[in-house]
């Protein structure tokens, strides 16, 4: 089967400071995107950030970034100075160019401290 | 641009009722993938609606349905409802393109309770 996995069930980070959320992926695609939704109280997915899997520049949106590696099929994502808005569960997800499923991991619950 | 809307956004049925559920895509998309999430199974993918054509389908037994109607907005339907249906039932859309980056963006889901 091709997964998708976060190892972690939950991290907590001080206010300010920096924390990455790992995941691992398997695929037999050459052509597939890499996403991380983030999933508040509120219940809504809100997508965080995306990465082409055929370009080597990791993606960056402000405070977040990822460290993509693709021999090692490995995405993490890198929060900087976490507020406390960022507390919230993040999914890592996998899209293949093949179709538009979305196959996601089980998902990290972060606790932003103040 | 408005998001993706749903309706209703809580929902309580009993077992053996069916249910409806509604999603508007955003303007100009013409995907909508349906995802059932649940504390343990996690996000599971239904299916997904282009163009009025089911294209893709997830492992669900066949009361599971949907459509999609020619203005993009979708429908989701369970018969016979059980009570592991309960859920939070998430609806995504996007353009659609096969092949291309093409990012789901999701509504704020309906919360579906089965007593």
């Known amino acids: 089967a091709q997964t998708v996995t976060q190892s972690q069930p939950e991290m907590s980070v001080q206010e300010a400071e920096t924390v990455t959320l790992s995941c691992t992926y398997d695929?037999?695609?050459?052509?597939?995107?890499l996403f991380w939704y983030k999933q508040p109280p509120s219940r809504q997915m809100i997508l965080v950030i995306r990465?082409?899997?055929?370009?080597?520049q990791n993606a960056t949106e402000n405070r977040f970034s990822v460290n993509f590696q693709k021999a090692a099929k490995s995405f993490s994502l890198k929060i900087s100075d976490s507020q406390l808005g960022d507390t919230a569960m993040y999914f890592c997800?996998?899209?293949?160019?093949?179709?538009?499923?979305?196959?996601f991991g089980k998902g990290i619950t972060l606790s932003v401290r103040p | 641009k408005a998001g993706v809307t749903q309706t209703p956004r809580y929902l309580i049925k009993t077992r053996g009722q069916q249910v409806t559920l509604s999603c508007s895509p955003i303007s100009g998309h013409r995907s909508v993938s349906w995802y059932q999430q649940t504390p343990g199974q996690g996000l599971q993918f239904l299916f997904e609606?282009?163009?009025?054509?089911?294209?893709n389908k997830g492992n669900f037994p066949g009361r599971f349905s949907g459509r999609q109607f020619s203005n993009s907005r979708s429908e989701m339907n369970v018969s016979t409802l059980e009570l592991g249906d309960s859920a939070l039932y998430l609806c995504a859309s996007s353009h659609g393109s096969v092949g291309a980056t093409d990012t789901q963006y999701f509504g704020p889901g309906t919360r579906l309770t089965v007593l």
């Open positions: 609606y282009f163009s009025e054509t089911q294209r």
């Open positions: 695929t037999s695609e050459s052509n597939y995107y």
């Open positions: 990465q082409e899997a055929y370009k080597q």
């Open positions: 997800a996998r899209h293949t160019g093949a179709n538009s499923k979305l196959t």
